[in-house]
């Protein structure tokens, strides 16, 4: 009986499973695995998934007739509710560390949406945020724009004139001052200077003219008329008709135009806007395509390359500025096109306005301020 005993194998011995402590969060100990995602298996038949019902396994379930795992050397159950403990933790730090990666990626795209706007708002300095508007360069530029008044035997013409030195050096055109006994000036501001002719270019219609006792103007920036293309947006500043300051708008319609206007004072009223003693609908003459505007050009005539645009110009608009949405100038406006009814007057602006080019003005102002040709 006792040989037969001592040849029977020995089962193991399993001791009942205590009751699964209650959950509490704990550092898994030294070499414990982070599985997070497989389920704990305590017996055979019997699968239970950590806590949290937030993190979905990313397996398949062990099947119920799997065998269990043999248990380690040591005290086995105490073991294995320690690694559930374990994996709880597990669980909750990998479900924060997912937490804050989301919230981490909401916080950056919400914080794309305010720059993206920022960048599509629209202020008044034209340096800034208005580059590209009409109003932000109106508001940059107008100081810049002056109303000239000229008197001469002919009558009184009124015209148009851009500050480019802080001490009242003035571009306009050569038709505004021509034959003049006296010139005043209005800026932007209403205040008003007396102004006497510095040097004139018959040939190109500029003129220089200097106010008298200025000091601390605005002067007007001169772009790039090399740079201009068909189609660029721009901006007209003058003085139509005495209205001071008047902003049109539109766009380059040509470039390299042959415009032929008259060079010297022969009686004819070539201001921005015709003697008083002619008929003041007239306009400023000129003419395009062998044809004749505004009136008679008379006999001493001049032909230049001209900007064509379409923002509207009219008499008093001669000698203001074309300017790029930049707010620079990138031409001196001269000569329009209003067609003549049979009685004589004229229309308004039908779109085909004329400037000069800035850079025609640029390589003629050291000889406009040695004098020129007058």
Do not use: C
Request: hydrophobic share 35%.
């Amino acid at each position: 009986m006792t040989d037969f005993q001592e040849q029977q194998p020995q089962q193991p011995y399993y001791p009942p499973y205590p009751p699964r402590p209650p959950y509490a969060p704990a550092q898994p100990p030294a070499g414990a695995e982070q599985t997070a995602t497989r389920p704990i298996v305590t017996e055979p038949g019997t699968t239970v998934w950590p806590s949290g019902g937030h993190v979905p396994p990313s397996g398949p379930p062990v099947p119920p007739h799997a065998p269990a795992a043999a248990p380690a050397a040591g005290p086995g159950p105490h073991r294995r509710a320690r690694r559930g403990v374990g994996l709880m933790a597990a669980v909750a730090i990998v479900a924060a560390a997912i937490g804050g990666g989301t919230a981490t990626l909401v916080q950056q795209a919400g914080s794309d949406s305010p720059a993206a706007a920022a960048a599509n708002v629209n202020g008044t300095n034209v340096s800034t945020g208005s580059t590209g508007t009409v109003a932000g360069v109106a508001e940059a530029v107008s100081p810049s724009i002056v109303e000239i008044s000229a008197r001469s035997n002919s009558g009184k013409s009124t015209g148009s004139g851009v500050i480019i030195t802080s001490d009242g050096e003035i571009v306009t055109n050569n038709h505004v001052i021509s034959g003049a006994s006296e010139i005043s000036v209005r800026l932007s501001n209403g205040k008003s200077y007396a102004a006497e002719v510095v040097g004139t270019d018959p040939d190109k219609d500029l003129a220089l003219i200097k106010l008298r006792g200025a000091s601390g103007l605005k002067a007007a920036t001169l772009g790039d008329s090399s740079k201009v293309r068909v189609g660029d947006q721009v901006v007209a500043i003058g003085s139509p008709e005495g209205l001071t300051g008047t902003v049109t708008s539109g766009i380059v319609s040509a470039l390299d135009r042959d415009v032929t206007v008259a060079k010297d004072d022969d009686g004819s009223g070539r201001g921005g806007q015709q003697g008083q003693q002619d008929d003041p609908r007239q306009g400023w003459p000129f003419e395009f395509g062998g044809q004749q505007f505004n009136g008679d050009t008379g006999t001493s005539k001049t032909t230049y390359k001209a900007l064509q645009t379409d923002a509207s110009l009219n008499p008093g608009n001669s000698g203001g500025a074309l300017i790029n949405m930049r707010g620079e100038i990138i031409g001196i406006n001269s000569a329009m096109y209003s067609p003549s009814s049979s009685s004589g007057s004229t229309a308004g602006s039908v779109g085909l306005g004329f400037a000069i080019p800035v850079d025609t003005v640029k390589a003629d102002l050291d000889g406009l301020r040695a004098g020129g040709d007058s």
